[in-house]
């Protein structure tokens, strides 16, 4: 999408360790327009799929998966991430190694909410390993739910999850695709 | 607002402790259209505040936080809750003491994103003590913004502090406010 491109050319910064800080648009402050953008592309990409759930992960996952659901007419589900070992009531449950935070935890979604009538559409700020992704995708599994895809807003490619995903037969729509970042120079390369 | 009491009496769940669970349309799994009316109304009572800035805490507020701004066609920012001391960066900082989780952590907004030229809503999910409320307004106060008011999902009257903060002089708009509920009967009595 270009207008994601071009606004992550204008406020995005490069940062070492592979990190795009973006958090003037996408992830502390959300520019809802753009978002909103996002979700009427994803409507456009996934629109015979008959989407009746948008799943996402807490907390910068909510704000585009919001955005995302009101073009579908469904409800958004959003995993919560924890540290408990003990939850209460009947959840889905699945492990998730977080890129940013360098730690494992875990992520749960109430069985109440996705079943195997559902056909859902996976939503995320970010894809880099896809390890969130993974996480996500057990628990549709999990759920005997049937997967229509992925939606990202960026992707960064070079890191190969998106690309993993895809050769396991995923599809896996980007709105922005990174195969290339510098953070000496600030240079930012779209596939 | 009589859709949103509606729903609460529908699908909200009364527990020990003064808990409401209303996780099946607000805080885990979310109904967008309903959030989407929640701005709608805040947009008619807000209309004439000149808003520039939604403010909101991570991660529940963010869902009620997006389909709010879109009605105000300015940006959604939301505070994040850490543990950590030393940030990076340049933050507003202030402390609430959860409720729900029963301990205080620290909230924090980047000072590239709030400054003196903004009036700021601060929307909720929920407001029952006030503390998040607090630590927003703290904030708000900090970047020497203007704070036009408080928008909230469910105020939980009985614990008195939105009474606290209407008492300061402070607005505070909320779409139901639970008066009296029991967990014994599952009754739920609005104001």
Sequence with gaps: MRKLEERILK???????????VDSFLNHQLDVGLLS??????????????????????ASGIG?????????????????????INIKGDVYKSQVESFTHQ?????????DFITSDD????????????NALNGLIDI???????????????EKGFQGGGDKLREQGIRVESMAIID???????EIVFR
Tied chains: 1, 2.
């Design 103 to 111: 730690c494992v935890y875990d992520i749960i979604v109430s069985k």
């Design 119 to 130: 056909t859902v559409l996976i939503v995320d700020d970010f894809l880099a390993k896809g």
């Design 11 to 21: 406020d995005g910064k490069v940062f070492k360790g592979n990190v795009l800080k």
């Design 37 to 58: 953008d996002i979700g009427k592309e994803l409507k456009r990409l996934y629109n015979d799929c008959d989407i009746t759930k948008v799943l996402t992960i807490e």
């Design 180 to 186: 290339k970042m510098d953070d000496a120079t600030g």
């Design 140 to 154: 549709v599994n999990q759920a005997g739910a049937k997967l229509a895809g992925c939606g990202i807003a960026i």
């Design 64 to 84: 585009v998966g919001c955005m995302v659901a009101q073009f579908f007419d469904c409800p958004l589900l959003f995993a919560k991430k924890t540290k408990t």
